[in-house]
């Protein structure tokens, strides 16, 4: 924690709710989306995840940083949120296979963070008001001159920002003898995401998010997977375009998160920001098929459209969120292709839901014959 007596840091959201409090990492100012995770673990993967680009993060749980960093404890090769909100964010760690502290973390990073705020009043506000736009400064304290900079910031609804987070450059992971291949399609996708298809014997072929069904066949893959990322959806059409085309390749696919949401605008449901979006690491999913229910780590502010999904002939409704009955997974009945808007790599987060990554391979396999 931060307990500087003569540094201030203020937190001005675009209702004209302000906070203030201690700079914690870079000192400056940022904005974004302002936005909430419940978890109380795995703050680094959460920090690197590239899904959180644009979005400023609050941490609920009274205290992130006190086990500290770690190198390989990452999602993606930098931190991807545009500002940090905490209770008490922790320059001292514990752990001994730590590489270092939060606070040199974020400030290596350049993300520009707040603490000492009360986080529990402010998610409260953020679940009753919704999701908006926000600041954080600890080097300017003129209120007018912070809600003028906060204008300037662009509202979530209608970005695209796959673009931003993708892969610069192809590149392959797992085994190149693997009689499993996959083309993924990279939104903003998640380390572990390729482990869990590599660990189970994949080989895959990692493309940026604008590659072309064409270049995508090069590879000669079995199957093809739509990852997750940032920004809206329905601003990307580009991508649904080529979800369509890679549908009638009759090949296997799997999309998550932001990629379940554009199997669903390749079909014609629409999708739609939601009020404060799910993020953290328990939501209550259950699986329709099976009856069961899975605990999962979710991140994900936009969502499918369920009275669309119920009045689409082709589409079949397969998870639900047990909290508030939003779509949680939906699967094709004419075409291999399913997705689900939660995240079965869970890192962090329970493994309830990776018995997917064996779906999505077990059907390969029975469409190679």
């Known amino acids: 924690m931060n307990n500087s007596s003569v540094e201030n840091a203020i937190l001005m959201l675009e209702d004209g709710t302000i906070h203030h409090g201690n700079p914690f990492g870079k000192r400056g100012t940022t904005s974004g989306e302002i936005c909430f995770n419940t978890g109380m673990t795995g703050y680094q993967e959460v920090f690197t995840d590239p899904s959180y ?27 991807k949120i545009r500002g940090l909100i905490g209770r008490n964010l922790e320059a001292q760690f514990s752990r001994k296979l730590a590489t270092g502290s939060l606070d040199d973390y974020l400030k290596f990073n350049n993300i520009v963070c707040i603490e000492g705020v009360d986080t529990r009043a402010l998610v409260a506000h953020v679940r009753t008001q919704g999701a908006m736009n926000c ?16 204008q300037k910031t662009p509202c979530m609804d ?24 996959i083309a993924v399609i990279d939104y903003g996708i998640k380390h572990h995401i390729i482990e869990c298809m590599t660990s189970r014997g994949a080989f895959v072929r990692v493309y940026g998010a604008r590659t072309s069904l064409k270049k995508l066949k ?30 009638s390749e009759n090949k296997p696919l799997f999309g998550i998160c932001l990629g379940h949401q554009l199997l669903a605008l390749a079909n014609d449901i629409p999708t739609f920001k939601m009020h404060h979006g799910h993020r953290g690491l328990n939501h209550p999913v259950k699986n329709i098929l099976t009856g069961k229910c899975e605990i999962t780590t979710q991140n994900h502010g936009f969502g499918v459209d369920p009275q669309a999904v119920k009045k689409a002939a082709n589409i079949e409704v ?25 995240h079965p790599e869970s890192t962090p987060g329970p493994h309830d839901s990776r018995y997917l990554f064996d779906d999505f391979l077990e059907l390969i396999r029975k469409s190679k014959g």
Do not use: W
Not at 318 to 342: C, W
């Open 318 to 342: 397969t998870h639900l969120n047990l909290n508030d009955d939003s779509i949680e997974g939906i699967r094709m009945k004419d075409k291999p292709a399913f997705s689900v808007q939660y």
């Open 135 to 150: 600041i954080i400064s600890s080097e300017i304290q003129d209120i007018g001159r912070l809600k003028s900079e906060l």
């Open 218 to 247: 090069e590879f000669n893959p079995d199957g093809y997977f739509i990852s997750n990322g940032p920004g809206d959806p329905s601003a990307m059409d580009y991508a649904v375009e080529t979800v369509q085309e890679i549908l």
């Open 158 to 181: 209608g970005l695209e920002l796959a673009s931003c987070v993708t892969t610069e450059s192809e590149y392959e992971a797992g085994n190149p003898e693997s009689p499993i291949r």
């Open 53 to 79: 680009f644009g979005q400023v993060l609050i941490m609920n749980s009274v205290h992130i940083g006190n086990y500290g960093v770690k190198d390989s404890d990452v999602e993606s090769g930098s931190v």
